[in-house]
């Protein structure tokens, strides 16, 4: 077992809160369910895992794009 799955699992098996801050995708999965945007001078909470963030920022953009064309 990697390190990295070491402490996914530990950090799993946590029963309290957590603040995590990584970019690696494969890792956050499963672990967040809450996710915090930063920009634009303001948080943003989304009450989601990663990949459905990701899918819903990725569907915004596309939006934004349409209504500039």
């Known amino acids: 077992m990697?390190?990295?799955d070491i402490l996914k699992a530990a950090l799993q098996a946590f029963d309290g809160t957590l603040i995590l801050v990584s970019h690696d995708r494969d890792f956050l999965d499963g672990l967040v369910n809450?996710?915090?945007e930063f920009g634009n001078?303001?948080?943003?909470e989304h009450l989601e895992g990663i990949y459905e963030f990701l899918q819903h920022k990725k569907m915004e953009n596309?939006?934004?794009l349409e209504r500039k064309a």
């Open 2 to 4: 990697k390190p990295k």
């Open 34 to 36: 809450k996710v915090y």
């Open 41 to 44: 001078k303001k948080v943003t």
């Open 62 to 64: 596309l939006r934004e």
